[in-house]
C-alpha cells in the first residue's frame, strides 16, 4: 500500500467479479479430447521477439498490475506482412507520477518476412512509457498509415503514422482520456467516412485510493473488481474528419451507464445499417449499446437477453467476439470469463439474444480457467470456427502454488460439424504443457501461407509467438476488403456459400482483449475448391456483384459503388 493511502481490509470474495475460486471444476467427460498432433508452436526465441510485459508487482498488490497488457497485429510500413506492437506497463508508481521516468516502454516489431522481427520502437519512435493495457488500431486521418491508440492507466495515448514513423498527437487529437483504459474499438459510427472511436474504463482508480485485500488460502492477494465500488464510464469520441476528436460521450447517451468494462467489440446485431457496442463488463451486467439511427445510442443489454447469463448472473467479463457462430446469416456474441464461470455464448435470434452455451460444450470445457484473449478463429482451415483462449488466474489458485501462483494453461477448442466445440490435445494445442498468467491475445497469418497464426502477452514471462503448424490444413481464402480510400472496410461483412453452408464473416480488428488483430478475413474451405456466390456488403447498405472465389489466395476487392472487381494473389 502507498504510506498516504487509506488502507481499508478486505477478505476477497470469490462469488464473482475478476477474482477466482480456488477450486475449480473438472470437464466433463462429454467433451473429453481427441488426441491430435500439435497445432501451434512457440517460435518466439527463434523470431527475436523478446518483449516481456512487466507488471511491476513487488510487494504492494495494484489492481492493474493483474489486468493488463494488449497487443496489435498490423502493417505499419506497408510492406504486405504484419508487425506486431506491444503494450507495456513496468513501475506503475513511477509512471502514474511521472511517464517519463518509467523505463518501461512500448515496443514495435517489424516483420522481416522470414520469421524473425527487428525491434524498431527507436527508429519509428512508437514506444510509450506510460503504464499500458490496451490498443486500437486505425488510420484516423485518412493517409494511409494506420495509426494506434493505446489505452493506459492514466492519460490514454494517440500516435499517428506517417509514413513509418510515429508521432504523439493525444493532445491535439482531444483523445487523452485520463481514466484507468482497457479495450478500445476504431469504427465509423455515423457512417461519414472517418473512424471514430469508443474506449472502455474499467475502475475509478489511483494509487492513493487502493484497498487491502486477502485471499482465502491466506495472505494478501489482488482484489476483486466488486470490493472497490468504482465502476467507470466508457468514453466516445467522434472524428472531425482530420484525425481530430470531439468528446462525443453525453452526446451520444454512453453517459446513460458506467461499468467494468475491459472487451469490446463493434458490430450491426439487427442488421439496421448502424453499428452497435458490446462492452464486457466484470462482476456486473454487460453492455449492448444498440444505435437509434441519429448519432445516439440506447442500453439495451438485458431487454435483449445478453446482460447476464441464463441463470440471470452477472459474470467478470473479460475478452469478448462477435461472428456468425451458427451460419443463420446474423452476428452472434461470446464472452470469456472467471474460473468456475463458463464462456457465455449468445446466438442472435433477430430481436434478441439466446444463452446457447450449455449446447455447444463450451460451459464444461472453459470454466476450468479464467479466460481473457478470446478468438473465434479457424485454425485448422477446415471451414469450422475454432475457440481460442489465453489464460490466467487473478488470485491464487492454491497455497502451494510455484514461482507463478496466477498461471495457467491456454485453451484451444476445434469447432465440429454439430455446432459444438472440442478440446484439442494437447491441451492449447502446443506440444508442450505451458502454464503462464496470459492476457492479450491477437491474431493473423504472419508469414501468409494462408495458415492464422497467434501472439499472446504474458505477465512477466516472454510473449508468446505462436506459429500455425496443423498438419494437413484446409483449402482457404482470405480477403482484404477496403473501402473506397484503400483503407480496411471495417463494419463490413463478406458472405458465400461453402458447400451446403452459407457463410458470413465480418471486417473487424477490435475483439479478443485489448487487442487489434489483422482485418483481413479468413475463412477456411476444408476440402471444398471454391468459395462461391461471395460477395459484400457495405457499411453504407450497398452489396458487390456475385462473383466466385478460387482457394489458397488472398483476394483484395474494393468498394466502388457496385462495380467492385476481385484481384488475387497466389501463394
Not at 523505463?103 to 524498431?120: C, P
Not at 474499467?202 to 495472505?219: M, Q
Request: charged residues 20%; glycine residues 12%.
Amino acid at each position: 500500500m502507498n504510506g498516504t493511502a487509506p488502507t481499508l481490509t478486505i477478505l476477497t470474495l470469490f462469488l464473482c467479479g475478476c477474482g477466482d475460486s480456488p477450486a475449480a471444476p473438472s470437464i466433463a467427460s462429454s467433451n473429453t479430447s481427441v488426441p491430435t498432433k500439435p497445432w501451434l508452436l512457440d517460435v518466439a526465441t527463434q523470431t527475436g521477439v523478446d518483449f516481456v510485459w512487466q507488471s511491476g508487482h513487488n510487494t504492494e498488490f495494484l489492481m492493474p498490475e493483474i489486468v493488463g497488457g494488449g497487443v496489435a497485429l498490423f502493417d505499419y510500413d506497408a510492406d504486405g506482412d504484419l508487425d506486431v506492437y506491444f503494450v507495456q506497463g513496468g513501475d506503475l508508481a513511477t509512471s502514474w507520477t511521472d511517464p517519463r521516468s518509467n523505463t518501461a516502454r512500448n515496443a514495435l516489431y517489424r516483420n522481416n518476412g522470414d520469421w524473425t522481427f527487428t525491434d524498431v520502437t527507436d527508429i519509428t519512435q512508437a514506444g510509450d512509457s506510460r503504464y499500458g493495457m490496451g490498443i486500437a488500431v486505425g488510420d484516423t486521418d485518412g493517409d494511409g498509415d494506420p495509426d494506434l491508440y493505446i489505452t493506459n492507466v492514466g492519460r490514454n495515448t494517440m500516435l499517428r503514422n506517417d509514413n513509418g514513423v510515429f508521432t504523439d498527437i493525444t493532445d491535439e487529437s482531444g483523445t487523452g482520456d485520463s481514466g484507468w483504459g482497457a479495450s478500445a474499438a476504431f469504427f465509423d459510427a455515423d457512417l461519414d467516412g472517418d473512424l471514430d472511436l469508443y474506449t472502455t474504463n474499467y475502475l475509478n482508480w489511483t494509487p492513493t485510493t487502493e484497498i487491502t485485500c486477502f485471499s482465502s488460502l491466506g495472505g494478501e492477494d489482488y482484489c476483486s473488481p466488486r470490493n472497490y465500488l468504482s465502476p467507470a464510464k466508457d468514453v466516445f469520441y467522434r472524428n472531425r474528419g482530420d484525425g481530430t476528436f470531439d468528446n462525443a460521450t453525453v452526446d451520444a447517451g454512453f453517459d446513460a451507464a458506467n461499468g467494468t468494462g475491459l472487451g469490446v467489440v463493434v458490430t450491426d446485431w439487427n442488421a439496421d445499417g448502424h453499428p452497435d457496442i458490446f462492452v464486457a463488463n466484470d462482476g456486473m451486467a454487460d453492455l449492448l449499446w444498440m444505435a437509434n439511427g441519429d448519432g445516439t445510442w440506447t442500453e439495451s443489454g438485458m431487454q435483449r437477453g445478453c446482460a447476464l447469463d441464463d441463470e440471470g448472473i452477472a459474470k467478470a467479463g473479460m475478452g469478448v467476439d462477435s461472428t456468425d457462430i451458427d451460419n443463420d446469416g446474423d452476428m452472434d456474441l461470446i464472452v470469456c470469463n472467471l474460473t468456475g464461470e463458463s464462456d457465455s455464448i449468445f446466438r442472435n435470434d433477430g430481436d434478441y439474444f439466446v444463452d446457447i452455451t450449455g449446447r455447444t460444450g463450451v460451459r464444461a470445457s472453459t470454466r476450468h480457467a479464467t479466460r481473457f484473449g478470446i478468438g473465434l478463429v479457424d485454425v485448422n482451415n477446415d471451414g469450422l470456427l475454432d475457440l481460442y483462449e489465453a489464460n490466467g488466474a487473478v488470485t491464487r489458485e492454491s497455497a502451494t502454488a510455484g514461482d507463478d501462483p496466477y498461471a495457467q494453461q491456454n485453451a484451444l477448442l476445434a469447432g465440429t460439424p454439430n455446432g459444438r466445440f472440442t478440446p484439442v490435445s494437447p491441451r492449447g494445442g502446443t506440444a508442450d504443457a505451458i502454464t503462464l498468467t496470459s492476457r492479450g491475445a491477437a491474431f493473423g497469418d504472419l508469414d501468409g501461407d494462408g495458415g492464422l497464426d497467434i501472439v499472446v502477452i504474458n505477465r512477466d514471462e516472454p510473449a508468446s509467438v505462436y506459429r500455425n503448424i496443423v498438419p494437413s490444413r484446409g483449402n482457404w481464402v482470405r480477403i482484404e476488403v477496403l473501402d473506397s480510400t484503400g483503407r480496411p472496410a471495417i463494419g463490413a461483412t463478406v458472405h458465400g456459400q461453402l458447400g451446403e453452408r452459407t457463410i458470413m464473416r465480418p471486417v473487424r480488428r477490435a475483439y479478443s482483449y485489448m487487442a487489434s488483430n489483422e482485418p483481413t478475413v479468413h475463412i477456411g474451405l476444408g476440402d471444398e475448391t471454391e468459395l462461391d456466390q461471395f460477395v459484400v456488403r457495405w457499411p453504407d447498405g450497398t452489396q458487390s456483384k456475385p462473383m466466385k472465389l478460387s482457394p489458397n489466395r488472398v483476394w483484395t476487392i474494393r468498394h466502388a459503388l457496385g462495380n467492385e472487381e476481385a484481384t488475387a494473389t497466389a501463394l
